[in-house]
């Protein structure tokens, strides 16, 4: 099973940008979700995704960051606007599936999308 995310970059504070993931060698995903990580802090939950298309947001990027997906590719997206300096991080892909029908459900992740934001 391997996350690709890919779009991340270098960016001016109040520009938009969007950050992809792409699963293959998955059987199925239930909930997908972008982390991010700033340099000395915690990773934290940005947004999550269910395969019904339920999203919930962290209150800091509420109304700013639209997280979406393509259950048919396997991909998901997360549309980030309005950036601030401290949106400045790693940001990382989660999946929640199974790689084969048999298996049971652990969690997957990718290798990260460096975001800076510049003030």
């Known amino acids: 099973v391997q996350l690709v995310e890919s779009g991340g970059g270098l960016v001016q504070a109040g520009r938009s940008l969007r950050v992809s993931c792409a699963a293959s060698?998955?059987?199925?995903?239930?909930?997908m979700g972008w982390y991010r990580q700033a340099p000395g802090k915690r990773r934290e939950l940005v947004a999550r995704?269910?395969?019904?298309?339920?999203?919930n947001y962290a209150d800091s990027v509420k109304g700013r960051f639209t997280i979406s997906r393509d259950n048919a590719n396997n991909t998901m997206y997360l549309q980030m606007n309005s950036l601030k300096p401290e949106d400045t991080a790693v940001y990382y892909c989660?999946?929640?599936?199974?790689?084969?029908?048999?298996?049971?459900?652990?969690?997957?992740w990718g290798q990260g999308a460096r975001v800076t934001v510049s003030s």
């Open positions: 995704i269910t395969s019904g298309g339920s999203a």
């Open positions: 989660h999946a929640d599936g199974r790689s084969k029908w048999y298996e049971r459900s652990r969690d997957y």
């Open positions: 060698g998955i059987f199925s995903i239930n909930t």
